[in-house]
């Protein structure tokens, strides 16, 4: 590291009088050589006098430079009888320097800014949540201006109160010889502070650990370019960044420093199989790499055995660092007592009590984002007023209130504008840790419901859908078989549901598979739960290309349902509906059509006519009538049902949508290829506002589209949409769906048709 403080050049009165005799010496040798009248200078009288007039020019000269020099010692004052230029005066212990310390980019980010500020920024607060290594960074940044020469005076004080603040200035100012060891703290840190204004000596100090800026107020080192200031702290107020103050965020380790840290601490080869793996598990923060090394030395453990301890939800976060009297580097605290402290300031700032709830909540969710809609739900509220055990009703604004309690120590960074939060995973498995097991169960169904009636409707915003889908594979993640229980599995149907229209069908069963699982597990196969998620893994295998394989699990299901559920209940009809669709879609039309009579006609008696499940079999017969090579018949059944979706269920229901979709496949069957583009077109475009332009069956819709227009004359078209069309097949569902299939298919034999053909005489 290049000086920071500009170096005061070394024996710089001595240097002025060394230039002050060769001065005087030049005017007498001159003097000599030439004398005013021009004549050699003569021994006698005449001699000594012009020997006696220079002498006195050169005495003028030696009290000019004792004028300056009696000048500046009067400008620096009483205050410089410390020690001589040379001497370090160190008050407070730096702590000691932490083993395999490297520099970060937070240290490079230090120096420039202490070179770019050295006439404005003379204080940087170092910020950052509790573990980052603040302090470390601080201390070898003073360490290296010691070491290099660059300090006449270091003072480390750990402001933990204003006592502690005022007792540290007071040691210096004795130290420094400028008050007596009887003169009282504040009027002792007071000259100390006076001094540091004026002095041309360069001081460093270093205020550690200043979670309470009111400590400091009135007690801020002053403004001189021969000091620098350095603090640290878990806060980010506004005041910490006033006028002549810079705040250096201090973050994370960079994925090489923490993963270097790992190799340097453990040093084994064979035990660093998955060190990358563990420093992302660790969040990159610092001190929990530091532990997690210093855990692994003592056990004998690696890098994966340690990664496995670390997913097992039955250890508290304590468990997985070393007992705190044998913590690595000084260590004052363990990972999750580092916070404590913290948690505790935010819960007890107004509004009191809420702070805690709010990140238990959070710690429940996806820690790269929290939708912050989630924290004001009426469920959510509900449940802070509950935590907070009084009569109070919590409102909207207090709960934001909360977050800018949590956001100012740095336990989440939350944007009030930006419409979500984030937090460390550590920080969220020590909050865990600490609820138990009823006020555990309360989150969960906190937040289920908080994501349920948040739900987005559509996938027409991709991103907030998968914040949503997000947050809901963490909360599942971390309390397991909570989220089975009761009404808060509602969510996982969303989850899964939301995860197949976005067309990651094979995410979507594989969740269902472990879900099934689990629910078997806990409940048994006659479980709603169970049943509900075995139908929609049915489904989501039909959609993923296995008609065949769907059609047969509806079997099963059915059985079931009509077993545990009797033969009328809506999932045993839906699940017989779904037996029917895809039979027809598996290559059984007459089978099909035979089926959904059936069911059309329970639903008839169960429903009634005007029901929207009654609509969807009657709409299935009528497009199963088309596929049995009717499509004229199967056009006018499919005019005359949409008139009655509009009119009892809106535009844009689902089972209109897919009326209008079979209408206009059959008007192409029929002929009428241009009127299928033009249904069609009109379709995609509701789609895409209503379902989102990624959802399988807006995908369906453009293959669709696509072949019509081929048909209707544009092929050069058709081969244009498709080859678009499958870019975003492969991006969504993948290479191995039938849909990307079909797509490749459509697009070789529409590229063709689209090819000049040769006429060559017979």
């Known amino acids: 590291m290049g000086e920071v403080f500009r170096r005061r050049p070394p024996g710089r009165r001595a240097v002025m009088l060394l230039l002050a005799a060769l001065l005087a010496a030049a005017v007498a040798i001159v003097l000599l050589r030439r004398p005013v009248d021009g004549a050699a200078l003569r021994p ?7 020997a006696g007039w220079i002498a006195g020019i050169v005495s003028a000269v030696f009290s000019l430079v004792g004028t300056i020099a009696a000048v500046q010692a009067l400008r620096v004052g009483r205050a410089d009888r410390a020690p001589a230029t040379g001497r370090l005066v160190q008050v407070g212990r730096l702590p000691q320097s932490a083993s395999w310390f490297q ?45 290099t020469g660059e300090l006449d005076l270091l003072v480390w004080i750990t402001a933990i109160s204003r006592d502690a603040i005022l007792a540290g200035y007071a040691q210096a100012a004795w130290q420094l010889r400028l008050v007596d060891p009887t003169v009282d703290l504040e009027q002792a840190a007071a000259t100390l502070l006076n001094w540091c204004e004026r002095t041309d000596r360069r001081w460093l100090v270093v205020l550690d650990n200043l979670d309470t800026p009111a400590h400091a107020a009135g007690w801020w080192p002053p403004a001189n370019r021969h000091g620098r200031t350095i603090v640290t702290t878990r806060r980010r107020d506004a005041v910490l960044a006033a006028e002549g103050r810079v705040l250096v965020e201090v973050g994370l380790f960079s994925e090489a420093e923490a993963e270097g840290y790992l190799h340097r601490a453990i040093a084994d080869p064979g035990r660093l199989a998955e060190a990358g793996q563990l420093a992302a598990d660790l969040g990159h923060l610092p001190l929990a790499v530091a532990q997690a090394a210093a855990f692994i030395r003592d056990r004998g453990l690696d890098c994966a055995g340690y990664r496995r301890l670390l997913t097992d939800r039955r250890r508290r976060l304590d468990e997985l660092v070393p007992q705190p009297d044998a913590l690595p580097d000084d260590h004052r605290a363990t990972v999750a007592a580092t916070w404590a402290l913290s948690i505790d300031a935010a819960d007890a700032a107004t509004p009191a009590g809420l702070a805690r709830p709010v990140l238990n909540l959070v710690a429940l969710l996806d820690p790269n984002g929290v939708p912050t809609t989630l924290l004001t739900t009426t469920a959510v509220l509900a449940y802070l007023t509950e935590a907070r055990g009084t009569d109070d009703v919590v409102g909207v604004d207090e709960v934001g209130r909360a977050l800018h309690n949590l956001h100012r120590l740095n336990l989440i960074t939350h944007d009030p504008h930006g419409g979500s939060l984030r937090v460390h995973a550590l920080v969220q498995r020590a909050a865990r840790d600490q609820l138990t097991g009823d006020q555990l169960s309360r989150a969960t169904r906190t937040a289920a419901a908080a994501l349920l009636d948040q739900w987005p409707e559509s996938e027409t915003r991709p991103a907030l859908s998968q914040a949503f889908r997000a947050n809901t594979v963490a909360l599942r993640d971390h309390v397991g078989d909570l989220l089975l229980r009761d009404e808060s599995r509602d969510v996982l149907i969303s989850l899964y549901s939301s995860l197949g229209d976005a067309g990651l069908v094979r995410a979507a069963s594989d969740g269902l598979d472990r879900t099934i699982a689990d ?28 008609a065949a394989g769907a059609a047969d ?20 009809l839906t699940t017989r509906h779904n037996i029917a669709f895809w039979r027809g879609e598996a290559g059984d039309p007459a089978g099909a059509a035979e089926a959904t009579a059936e069911v059309f006609a329970d639903r008839l008696r169960v429903n009634g006519p005007d029901h929207p499940e009654t609509l969807n079999s009657r709409g299935s017969l009528a497009w199963l009538r088309g596929q049995a090579g009717d499509p004229a018949g199967a056009v006018v059944a499919l005019r005359e049902l949409l008139a009655d979706c509009h009119r009892l269920l809106g535009p844009e229901h689902d089972v209109t949508l897919k009326a209008r979709n079979g209408l206009a496949f059959q008007l192409g069957v029929t002929g009428e290829h241009a009127a299928a583009v033009s249904e069609t077109r009109a379709l995609v475009a509701d789609y895409i506002r209503v379902l ?30 498709l080859e678009q069309l499958l870019a975003t097949c492969l991006r969504v569902v993948g290479p ?15 590229r063709q048709q689209s090819q000049p053909h040769d006429v060559s005489d017979g």
């Open 692 to 721: 989102g332009a990624e959802h399988p069956q807006t995908l369906y819709a453009q293959r669709n589209l696509a072949s019509w227009r081929g048909r209707a004359g544009n092929p050069a078209g058709a081969a244009d949409a």
């Open 44 to 50: 006698g009288w005449a001699g000594t006098e012009q």
């Open 736 to 750: 191995d769906h039938p849909l990307t299939a079909e797509a490749a298919e459509a697009l070789t034999y529409w």
């Open 519 to 546: 629910s078997l597990r806990l409940y048994g196969p006659d479980h709603a739960g169970t049943l509900n998620f075995r139908f929609l893994h049915a489904f989501h295998r039909g959609w993923g290309g296995d």
């Open 553 to 572: 699990e509806f079997v099963t299901l059915a059985a079931d349902c009509i077993r545990v559920l009797g033969p009328d209940a809506p999932l045993t």
């Open 103 to 147: 520099d970060r980019r937070a240290q490079l980010d230090l120096t420039r800014v202490a070179r770019t500020g050295r006439t404005a920024v003379l204080t940087q607060v170092l910020s950052g949540m509790g573990g980052v290594g603040k302090t470390q960074l601080a201390a070898q940044f003073a360490r290296r201006l010691a070491h």
